[in-house]
């Protein structure tokens, strides 16, 4: 055993035998109080990166999708192979899982 281990176990085996866990009493091994949350000190820059970094999102999926489109449109007319209805969905797959992301997180933790 450790001998951090070993010094816990010696002290739960010494107040179990003491009078001092004797609950029947009115005394409070310990009160916890009831803490208040307030902000973090670098909140506000950490809201203002996630406004940036949703912006460049919704503005990279819109960029996604008019790519691909006008790329659809040149191998239509070109008449090459048809790759980019992929493009196309790939990008409203990804539009659609950034814009729910957070939901999802909320769901996941709560």
């Known amino acids: ?12 085996l010494h107040l179990s035998d ?3 866990l004797n609950f029947s009493d009115s005394s409070v091994l310990a009160q916890i ?6 902000t973090p000190p670098v909140a506000d820059k950490l809201m203002k990166l996630v406004r940036y970094f949703t912006w460049f999102v919704l503005l990279s999926g819109v ?5 691909a ?3 659809f449109a040149w191998e239509k007319w070109s008449g090459g192979g048809l790759a980019s209805p ?12 950034a814009t729910s992301a957070g939901t999802i997180m ?5």
Do not use: Q
């Not at 109080?33 to 307030?38: A, F, G, I, K, L």
């Not at 960029?63 to 790519?67: A, D, E, H, K």
């Open 86 to 97: 992929k493009m196309v969905a790939g990008a409203m797959i990804g539009g659609i899982i």
């Open 1 to 12: 055993m450790t001998p951090m281990l070993s010094a816990f176990h010696d002290t739960v």
């Open 18 to 20: 003491s009078s001092v």
């Open 63 to 67: 960029m996604g999708i008019t790519y």
């Open 69 to 71: 489109g006008g790329r």
């Open 106 to 110: 909320n769901a996941a933790i709560g």
């Open 33 to 38: 109080s009831n803490p208040t949350p307030e």
